[in-house]
């Protein structure tokens, strides 16, 4: 296989067409068509996905839900301010957490939350730095968190958030991640239900999306690079909805590069999804063959990010980089509260 290299994944992308806020009605982005047999690509708005979807397909939702992950605190012994970000649970009060600055945050230091109606004691430093913390409070602590916590935006968004409820999808259930799966922030209610009404079966699939999604790829050879791990699970109602529509010759369509890696982490080699949970550190690049997945409605994505090289994957290098260039030429708007792509 010839070598794979992350320059080969950059486009110049000016930075002000990073979004830096939601559009006030979720729907109303627009939609960049590429076919990936052709290279065509259509401008289009996100409500034209209805028509691009057909009677028997499949559309595969991530109803992860954000937690408010992001705390800002004291040390206390010196009262210097600390921020903490919850990347994963790892048991009941132990959290595994990205501490700025890192530097002082040593083991067995302690650091107070909102006055000290939360408190925190580094317990462990981790790979990449990361640290163990052992939570102590009153209550529960997703009540106390969503007190206090703020959403983690990723670091290109330097507004703040008016809405905490602008970075979940209308369908985020269960908590535990800790960015957005972002492709699904244009879906509404109605939008929803008019896909249901075309007769699209909907199958809901959870990852919790880890920090790791949005690392830099730091290796010039993308063969070195290791994906962190992110714990995924599918219900059984799920797997035979996917099944089902692969069996009756139906498309699946994924929302997101999170639904994406969850079907295919959980699919046999014959492509049949398995129902059940299990941690995940699948990296697709192009030479993937993919198992389950169609089509792919996606947000666009960092230069030379995992991402883009999985939306490469899917749709081949070169027309992925074009419609990224047209998209710069056309003003498309840029990363989570960006505009949406379709890949047909």
């Not at 699946?252 to 129902?275: F, H, P, Q």
């Not at 198992?291 to 990010?305: A, G, Q, R, Y």
């Not at 883009?308 to 074009?322: D, K, N, P």
Request: with cysteine.
């Amino acid at each position: 296989m010839e070598e794979l290299l992350k320059k080969d994944f950059y486009f110049e992308l000016p930075p002000e067409l990073i979004a830096q806020d939601p559009l006030e009605d979720r729907s109303s982005s627009r939609l960049l068509v590429l076919d990936k047999k052709t290279g065509d690509i259509e401008h289009k708005k996100f409500t034209d996905i209805v028509e691009y979807l057909h009677e028997g397909d499949c559309l595969v939702l991530n109803n992860t839900k954000v937690i408010p992950a992001r705390l800002m605190g004291v040390k206390a012994d010196t009262g210097a301010a600390i921020e903490v970000l919850l990347l994963k649970r790892r048991e009941n009060n132990v959290w595994e957490t990205l501490v700025k600055p890192g530097k002082k945050a040593r083991k067995g230091v302690e650091i107070y939350f909102g006055d000290g109606v939360l408190k925190g004691t580094i317990i462990d430093i981790v790979e990449e730095g990361n640290r163990l913390i052992q939570f102590s409070y009153e209550g529960i602590f997703e009540e106390v968190l969503d007190k206090l916590g703020e959403m983690p935006l990723p670091p290109y968004i330097t507004h703040k958030l008016q809405d905490k409820n602008r970075y979940q999808t209308v369908y985020a259930k269960y908590e535990g991640s800790a960015a957005a799966p972002t492709a699904g922030l244009h879906f509404t209610e109605e939008l929803l239900g008019r896909i249901r009404e075309k007769g699209v079966y909907i199958a809901y699939v959870t990852l919790h999306v880890g920090l790791g999604t949005f690392r830099p790829v730091k290796e010039d050879n993308l063969l070195e690079h290791h994906m962190h791990s992110e714990f995924y699970q599918v219900t059984q109602e799920a797997a035979d909805l996917i099944n089902h529509t692969k069996a009756l010759g139906g498309r699946v369509i994924c929302v997101g590069t999170t639904s994406c890696r969850t079907i295919e982490s959980a699919a046999d080699e014959e492509g049949k999804i398995r129902a059940g949970s299990n941690d995940t550190e699948i990296f697709i690049y192009p030479g993937y063959q993919f198992k389950v997945l169609d089509l792919l409605i996606t947000n666009f994505h960092l230069p030379e990010s995992t991402l883009i090289m999985l939306v490469s994957a899917l749709a081949g290098r070169e027309q992925t980089l074009h419609a990224y260039n047209t998209a710069v030429k056309e003003r498309y708007r840029f990363f989570s509260f960006g505009d949406a792509m379709l890949i047909i």
